[in-house]
T-cell receptor, first 114, second 111 residues
Framework: DADVTQTPRNRITKTGKRIMLECSQTKGHDRMYWYRQDPGLGLRLIYYSFDVKDINKGEISDGYSVSRQAQAKFSLSLESAIPNQTALYFC?????????????FGSGTRLTVV | TQLLEQSPQFLSIQEGENLTVYCNSSSVFSSLQWYRQEPGEGPVLLVTVVTGGEVKKLKRLTFQFGDARKDSSLHITAAQPGDTGLYLCAGDVFGNEKLTFGTGTRLTIIP
């Protein structure tokens, strides 16, 4: 099994619908992150959590919300999806800061909003 | 404004050639990482550098961190088709324990 599992892998949804992307990890890491990837823009941070009781906004949090249900689970919600939220979404984990062993990424969710 | 600039954006070379890709910033990194991403997958960590002037080697890949900790390079010797992918640099630019990613270099090695 993958260390970081994202579901679904692909999703097409209509404008205005609520959608949840889920992430679970078996790494035992405290820190979890949600990024989106767009061509030419790279990976941009949406939300991050350094432990179960800690939730922080990233650089592009508008239109998104998150829930850290447990150390191993971190979900991302789009309350009312819009077409410019079409992107590749990645969940990542780390056990401490960037000077350590780096981030472990999931395989991504390709989201299309029509 | 992109905090981390990677160049070139695209690179296509023949198998066996050497290449270098670059990652530059106007900010000082407390640490910098390189990742490789293949289609349909998430980025995978290649290396972390933390000391100015540091050089790390991973088989045919050589990573260098600039003395001022504002830039880094990745050099690949005798490129192989398996090196094809998107190479991303990422740095802790603000010293706030989070990574900021560059836009990436998409590398294609032609057999």
């Amino acid at each position: 099994d993958a260390d970081v599992t994202q579901t679904p892998r692909n999703r097409i949804t209509k404008t205005g619908k609520r959608i949840m992307l889920e992430c679970s990890q078996t790494k035992g890491h405290d820190r979890m992150y949600w990024y989106r990837q767009d061509p030419g823009l790279g990976l941009r941070l949406i939300y991050y959590s350094f432990d179960v009781k800690d939730i922080n906004k990233g650089e592009i949090s508008d239109g998104y919300s998150v829930s850290r249900q447990a150390q191993a689970k971190f979900s991302l919600s789009l309350e009312s999806a819009i077409p410019n939220q079409t992107a590749l979404y990645f969940c990542a984990t780390s056990d401490h800061g960037p000077k350590g062993r780096g981030y472990t990424f999931g395989s991504g969710t390709r989201l299309t909003v029509v | 404004t992109q905090l981390l600039e990677q160049s070139p954006q695209f690179l296509s070379i023949q198998e066996g050639e050497n290449l270098t890709v670059y990652c530059n910033s106007s900010s000082v990194f407390s640490s910098l990482q390189w990742y490789r991403q293949e289609p349909g997958e998430g980025p995978v960590l290649l290396v972390t550098v933390v000391t100015g002037g540091e050089v790390k080697k991973l088989k045919r890949l050589t990573f260098q961190f600039g003395d001022a900790r504002k830039d880094s390079s990745l050099h690949i010797t005798a490129a192989q088709p398996g090196d094809t992918g998107l190479y991303l640099c990422a740095g802790d630019v603000f010293g706030n324990e989070k990574l900021t990613f560059g836009t990436g270099t998409r590398l294609t090695i032609i057999p």
